[in-house]
């Protein structure tokens, strides 16, 4: 496979953000207690840095199999203090029916790093990427044993907003 550069989120990338405590303050951040579980809500922007696409077919169509991998710079809500960045891959695992593909992905955050996967579909549409739910799987340092949801939904070229839902 010969890889595609690419400057824009054209294809889907699963960017799930969670933060640490100084990140948080800067961040939207709601804390609540619910019994021993500590939940959080916290808003961050994602800027795309690079990305990647290694097409299976020479031609460079889609097909099931390609795979993107892309690094992004996390920045607080208002899209000022940069507190972090995020690398990961997605495969395409469709390629009817406007696509689908799954992405494992990394956060490297003051205080530790954060696992999170799941599946986006709808990336090959024509018009922005699409939003998606993705599933904290796990992390280490502050954000061990966390789990959750984050909640992705592009706002211009090469940026998303994420909504992350931490509970540990």
Do not use: W
């Amino acid at each position: 496979m010969r890889p595609i550069r690419a400057a824009c989120l054209g294809t889907a990338t699963a960017l799930v953000l969670a933060c640490a405590p100084v990140a948080a303050a800067a961040a939207a951040d709601t804390d609540s207690t619910h019994g021993k579980d500590k939940h959080r809500v916290i808003t961050l922007i994602g800027r795309l840095v690079q990305q990647t696409r290694f097409p299976v077919n020479s031609d460079g169509s889609p097909a099931q199999g390609d795979r993107t991998v892309f690094r992004s710079d996390l920045y607080d809500k208002d899209d000022k203090i940069k507190l972090g960045e995020t690398g990961g891959t997605c495969t395409t695992t469709r390629v009817g029916e406007g696509g689908a593909e799954v992405c494992v992905v990394t956060y490297t955050l003051p205080g530790g790093q954060l696992s999170v996967q799941g599946m986006v579909f709808g990336h090959l549409n024509v018009g922005p990427p699409p939003s998606f739910d993705n599933g904290i799987t796990g992390g280490t340092g502050e954000f061990d044993r966390a789990r959750g949801s984050v909640h992705a939904d592009t706002i211009a070229t090469g940026k998303r907003r994420f909504t992350i839902d931490l509970q540990r």
